[in-house]
């Protein structure tokens, strides 16, 4: 079977692993973590990183950070995970669910434009499957309304966006674009600690509030507080896996990106199938190889799905809208919403093996699967 995903840690992750292992070094204190933290954010182009449990703790951490609570009210994606749903309303907030760009999956700029509301205090752009948002109208839209931005990049490690906002012209990296941005470390991510997230901000206040709600919100003064917080601490053995992987950035995105050059050239031509896209103002990583199948071929993703299991290729669907949860439904929330493109693309997306293992044999064998189905 040729997976989704198979992580790569093809370099120094074992020789830190076992240096903290002989320096006992193993919990959420030591150097691997500061170093992690420093180098990522550093990377991303943000003044502090502060590492968490996961990429959802990572959410739940900015949206609290923020202060964020009963009666404010979050736009974002309905199509993504429910990680960034969750934190807003675990929090008393209320999402605000918009719809997605047919091409590039990411939220709607109409949309969000037009869902703004009094009661609106941030907005959540998710650069789905590695292609980034249009940054400029959101960072338009959160000056003209005083709002805040949640920059989840948990798809997003290495991509760039070109920003030409306040006569500025320059590529920047994704996760320091937004207020407080949020990753994921999770094993199938492009940079993995097995479990791992980070909270990024440039805001001083911001970064200190995030670091006191990872650990229990101690002050200063011991077993003293003012604050709820998480126990949402990472562990120095994570981190310094982390530090290995952040060493090899430039080999994971030029391999990303050397597997979805296959793709793209052996898929190109197919009758009625999406490839990713990227626009010009964007540096996509193929997070994930994202397809649609044209819905005027009468299959669904997951007939296609089905078929290429039958030939040993594993692949996952694409996630099922917030707005089409039951859960937010039980909740009262969401009941009647429509969103026609994050339901098409549900019905029609699924991803291919996009693992930073995988070897050109294996694409080959996925294309050739691939354009047998579709033929
Ligand atoms: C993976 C992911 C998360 C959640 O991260 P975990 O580490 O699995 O908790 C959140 N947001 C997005 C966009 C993701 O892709």
């Given amino acids: 079977m040729i997976p989704t995903n198979e992580p790569l840690l093809a370099g120094k992750e074992r020789q830190y692993v076992l240096d903290c292992l002989e320096s006992g070094w193993i919990s959420s204190a030591g150097s691997y973590i500061e170093q992690f933290e420093r180098n990522w954010a550093g990377y991303c182009g943000m003044a502090q990183g502060i590492a968490v449990s996961n990429g959802t703790t990572a959410l739940q951490v900015a949206v609290d950070a923020l202060k964020l609570g009963p009666g404010d009210e979050v736009i974002m994606p309905s199509f993504t995970i429910i990680s960034c749903a969750l934190a807003v309303v675990r929090a008393g907030a209320k999402p605000v669910l918009v719809d997605c760009d047919p091409f590039t999956y990411c939220m709607d700029l109409d949309q969000t434009a037009a869902a703004v509301t009094s009661r609106t205090k941030a907005i959540m752009p998710i650069h789905m499957y590695g292609h980034p948002v249009d940054m400029d109208v959101i960072q338009d839209l959160a000056e003209k309304h005083d709002l805040a931005i949640i920059e989840d990049a948990a798809q997003a490690h290495g991509c760039e966006y070109h920003s030409r906002r306040g006569g500025n012209n320059a590529w920047r990296r994704c996760g320091g674009l937004g207020t407080i941005s949020t990753f ?89 199938l999406q490839l990713p896209m990227q626009r010009d103002w964007a540096r996509i990583n193929y997070w994930m190889y994202a397809v649609l199948v044209d819905e005027g071929r009468g299959m669904k993703a997951e ?73």
Avoid at 188 to 208: H, I, R
Avoid at 233 to 239: K, P, S, V, Y
Avoid at 361 to 372: K, L, Y
């Fill in 303 to 375: 007939d296609l799905a089905l078929a290429l299991k039958k030939k040993n290729i594993e692949t996952r669907p694409f996630f099922l809208g917030m707005h089409q949860q039951p859960v937010f439904h039980e909740m009262g929330l969401f009941r009647d919403q429509k969103l026609p493109v994050t339901e098409r693309i549900y019905r029609q997306g699924l991803y291919l093996p996009s693992g930073l293992a995988i070897t050109d044999d294996q694409t080959s064998e996925v294309i050739g699967a691939m354009r047998e189905i579709l033929s």
């Fill in 184 to 272: 994921s470390f999770f094993a199938n991510k492009l940079v993995t600690t097995g479990e791992g997230g980070m909270v990024l901000a440039s805001d001083p206040v911001l970064a200190e509030r995030s670091r006191s709600l990872r650990n229990l919100c101690f002050q200063p003064r011991r077993f003293f507080h003012e604050e709820l917080g998480y126990n949402f601490r990472l562990t120095n053995l994570q981190a310094a896996i982390g530090v290995a992987q952040v060493e090899r950035m430039d080999d994971i995105l030029a391999r990303k990106r050397h597997m979805g050059a296959r793709y793209n050239e052996g898929l190109a031509g197919v009758q009625g």
